[in-house]
């Protein structure tokens, strides 16, 4: 019953940028940690960014600092990234978590307790 869905991805050149949206439903997360992660073919699930429960705080991954950034609106059960300034490094299938805590860390993905099913993100040269 609880569903986490991606959307936003696609192809976009190098340079340029692309919102991801996670819609989430059957139940409120408002108040829990939300992250997002994401995995190139062959390559491990990696952190990307997190958020408070109530957008307060927000962590990022070295390798994205200063070029995505992570929002959510709670009114809407809705996870954003603004991804700008793409490189084809951030090249992978992107997914949206949500762990039943308090306070937003550096997520680790074995601790996160809900998962979409995720959405690719191809990033040309």
């Known amino acids: 019953q609880v569903q986490l869905v991606e959307s936003g991805g696609g192809l976009v050149q190098a340079g340029g940028s692309l919102r991801l949206s996670c819609a989430a439903s059957?139940?409120?997360?408002?108040?829990?940690?939300m992250a997002w992660f994401r995995q190139a073919p062959g390559k491990e699930r990696e952190f990307v960014a997190s958020i408070s429960g109530f957008g307060r705080y927000t962590y990022y991954a070295d390798s994205v600092k200063g070029r995505f950034s992570i929002s959510r609106d709670n009114r809407e059960s809705t996870l954003y990234v603004q991804m700008n300034s793409l490189k084809p490094e951030d090249t992978g299938v992107y997914y949206c978590a949500v762990r039943m805590g308090t306070r937003a860390t550096m997520e680790a993905d074995r601790n996160m307790d809900y998962w979409g099913k995720g959405t690719l993100v191809t990033v040309s040269s």
């Open positions: 059957g139940r409120t997360f408002s108040g829990y940690v």
